[in-house]
């Protein structure tokens, strides 16, 4: 496979928003990414073992929810096929193996969820879809500015992930039902902290890292 690049249009306007998101990734990172798409490569690999990884933690924590371990058992896997599918664009695109400390994205939203049940269990879902739907608007936002074959490879990713998004939402909707507690506040709320976390100037660039940091 070559890197040949795509012909579309090499700026286009910055991400469209997508809910349950409140903000937009910043113009500046994607311009980065669309230029820096080999480390960005690297890191994406990594999201890919660890959104596996958080299905299957979720897995083991509610292991009474049948729909739920039904569910994320399949979301897990299917993370899996899309980790070997990276690492196979990594050798076809010479994008060599380096090890890389992850974001502060993910950890700081878990860290926001409530520690008590029945909240827990249901923030963590929140925080599973909110980081599924980053992941759609960027890889939507990034699939045109990037060479072949990676532009197809992120319009692929950019569906399964709107499809991940809702099994999330579902599943923590379908929770705050049973134990009869709201549910739109908190994907308020910690949308509000995934938006900051976007937003604010970060030092490092990863697959989610926020605005990039003028010395990052
Ligand atoms: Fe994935
Ligand atoms: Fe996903």
Same mark, same amino acid.
């Given at each position: 496979?070559?890197?040949?690049?795509?012909?579309?249009?090499?700026?286009?306007?910055?991400?469209?928003?997508?809910?349950?998101?409140?903000?937009?990734?910043?113009?500046?990172?994607?311009?980065?990414?669309?230029?820096?798409?080999?480390?960005?490569?690297?890191?994406?690999?990594?999201?890919?073992?660890?959104?596996?990884?958080?299905? +299957?933690?979720?897995?083991?924590?509610?292991?009474?929810?049948?729909?739920?371990?039904?569910?994320?058992?399949?979301?897990?896997?299917?993370?899996?096929?899309?980790?070997?599918?990276?690492?196979?664009?990594?050798?076809?695109?010479?994008?060599?193996?380096?090890?890389?400390?992850?974001?502060?994205?993910?950890?700081?939203?878990?860290?926001?969820?409530?520690?008590?049940?029945?909240?827990?269990?249901?923030?963590?879902?929140?925080?599973?879809?909110?980081?599924?739907?980053?992941?759609?608007?960027?890889?939507?936002?990034?699939?045109?500015? +990037?060479?072949?074959?990676?532009?197809?490879?992120?319009?692929?990713?950019?569906?399964?992930?709107?499809?991940?998004?809702?099994?999330?939402?579902?599943?923590?909707?379908?929770?705050?039902?049973?134990?009869?507690?709201?549910?739109?506040?908190?994907?308020?709320?910690?949308?509000?902290?995934?938006?900051?976390?976007?937003?604010?100037?970060?030092?490092?660039?990863?697959?989610?890292?926020?605005?990039?940091?003028?010395?990052?």
């Amino acid at each position: 496979m070559s890197a040949r690049r795509d012909t579309g249009p090499a700026f286009e306007p910055a991400a469209r928003l997508f809910p349950p998101l409140l903000v937009a990734t910043p113009a500046e990172w994607l311009e980065r990414a669309s230029t820096q798409w080999r480390e960005l490569l690297v890191d994406h690999a990594n999201c890919e073992k660890k959104a596996a990884s958080t299905a +299957l933690s979720l897995l083991f924590a509610y292991a009474e929810d049948h729909a739920l371990t039904a569910q994320l058992s399949r979301l897990a896997r299917e993370e899996l096929r899309h980790f070997e599918q990276v690492q196979r664009l990594m050798v076809s695109l010479d994008v060599p193996f380096q090890r890389l400390s992850p974001s502060r994205y993910a950890e700081s939203l878990r860290r926001a969820a409530r520690v008590e049940e029945p909240g827990r269990r249901i923030d963590l879902l929140i925080c599973g879809g909110l980081i599924e739907a980053r992941s759609c608007e960027r890889f939507t936002a990034l699939a045109p500015r +990037l060479p072949e074959p990676l532009g197809t490879f992120y319009r692929t990713l950019s569906e399964a992930e709107l499809r991940h998004f809702s099994v999330y939402f579902r599943l923590g909707e379908t929770a705050a039902k049973e134990d009869a507690v709201e549910f739109g506040a908190r994907v308020t709320k910690l949308a509000e902290i995934e938006g900051s976390l976007i937003s604010r100037p970060d030092p490092q660039f990863r697959f989610h890292s926020g605005r990039p940091a003028a010395d990052a």
